[in-house]
């Protein structure tokens, strides 16, 4: 499969879709596990310490990449910010990921209303292939 592009972003759906890409993955193939912080956040807290919301982002990251080591998986995590679906699709095609996994639904500061938009616009727009867990 080679690389493998997890959207992990702390809830229940994303820590689904890491299962399912650890289900996947071969003894060769590696994880990325990105947590995307949402350019509305980073604009809404522009007046704040930016390094606070990348250090809560990592702690998150890095629960997905803990529990990817304890099954022997190769593993990395990545927090980017922007546009979520769009860093997700971008970083994906600069890593050259084989798939993408991601849930259905996540959680966002920005609102739920946006959520599935970002699983939906993910869908529509990656020239990878896009797995939705449920």
Known sequence: MGQTLVAFDDSEFSYKALDK???LAHEDDELIIL??????????????????SRSKAQEIVNKGVNKAKARGLKVIGVVKEGDIAETIIDFANTMQC?????GSKGVSK??????GSV???????????VLIVR
């Open 110 to 115: 920005i609102g739920r209303f946006a959520l």
């Open 98 to 102: 084989s798939l993408i996994v991601m």
């Open 35 to 52: 947590y995307v912080i949402p350019a509305a956040l980073i604009k809404e807290f522009e007046d704040f310490d930016s390094e606070v």
């Open 119 to 129: 699983a939906d616009k993910v869908t529509r727009h990656s020239d990878k292939p």
């Open 21 to 23: 890409a650890m289900s």
